[in-house]
């Protein structure tokens, strides 16, 4: 079993879609969870921090659930920039940041 | 300020060469890690140092790699002799804080290495 699974998409949405992507951990013992964003040949960027409460920036909500271990990515009303790779990054290393990456679920909106 | 920033950004060579690769990180950050994506895998954690030292080398494939990060500032990743499955797009982060999990890694463009 993968330490990170997520979706194997792609997502193909138009634009203005609700789209939710899901993502398992299986080391109970993680840590810190993240959503990193992948742009076409370009590197990770770190979209959201996923805490136990949940937590929303805008257009974007993130929810944790540690005793599913299940995280996930909300996006509202879907833009064409919102178009790329959207990774679940789990921290399971309790002592330093160790990144387990999921290998992506591919979003592309179309107008 | 100045991202994490790798050299070079693609390098192509054949099977048995060695080959260097070089990330500079974000003035400051102690934290500096080597990440790896194959194609078609997802990106896996290779090593981390805190300034110069070995942190956590655990996910070094062999003992052809060896990264070095002398000064603790910039570092180099070397993969000598290179085989086919070393191809990938190679990443290197830097983070300043460790004492916070969710303390925000930030990476490099990355390296396309080839090997044919």
């Known amino acids: 079993r993968k330490e990170v699974e997520q979706d194997p998409g792609p997502f193909n949405v138009p634009e203005g879609a609700t789209v939710a992507f899901n993502c398992t951990y299986s080391?109970?013992?993680?840590?810190?969870f993240f959503w990193y964003r992948q742009d076409c040949r370009k590197e990770p960027k770190l979209l959201m921090s996923?805490?136990?409460s949940g937590n929303e920036d805008g257009r974007f909500t993130a929810q944790l659930n540690r005793a599913s271990q299940y995280i996930s990515l909300l996006i509202r009303d879907s833009k064409l920039s919102d178009s790329a790779t959207y990774l679940c990054?789990?921290?399971?290393?309790?002592?330093?940041?160790?990144?387990?990456f999921g290998k992506g679920t591919m979003l592309l909106v179309s107008p | 300020e100045a991202g994490v920033t790798q050299f070079p950004s693609h390098s192509v060579i054949e099977k048995g060469q060695t080959v260097t690769l070089r990330c500079d990180p974000i003035?400051?950050?102690?934290?500096l890690y080597w990440y790896r994506r194959v194609m078609g895998k997802e990106i896996k954690f290779l090593l981390h140092?805190?300034?110069?030292?070995?942190?956590?080398e655990s996910g070094m494939p062999n003992n052809r790699f060896l990264a070095e990060r002398t000064g603790g500032t910039y570092s180099t990743l070397k993969v000598q002799p290179a085989e086919l499955e070393d191809s990938g797009v190679y990443f290197c982060?830097?983070?300043?804080?460790?004492?916070?999990?969710?303390?925000?890694?930030?990476f490099g463009p990355g390296t396309r290495l080839t090997v044919l």
């Open positions: 140092f805190v300034k110069e030292s070995k942190q956590d």
């Open positions: 003035s400051g950050h102690d934290n």
């Open positions: 996923v805490y136990s």
């Open positions: 990054v789990v921290n399971t290393n309790s002592g330093y940041s160790t990144l387990t």
């Open positions: 080391n109970s013992a993680s840590q810190s």
């Open positions: 982060a830097s983070s300043q804080d460790e004492t916070d999990s969710y303390n925000e890694q930030f």
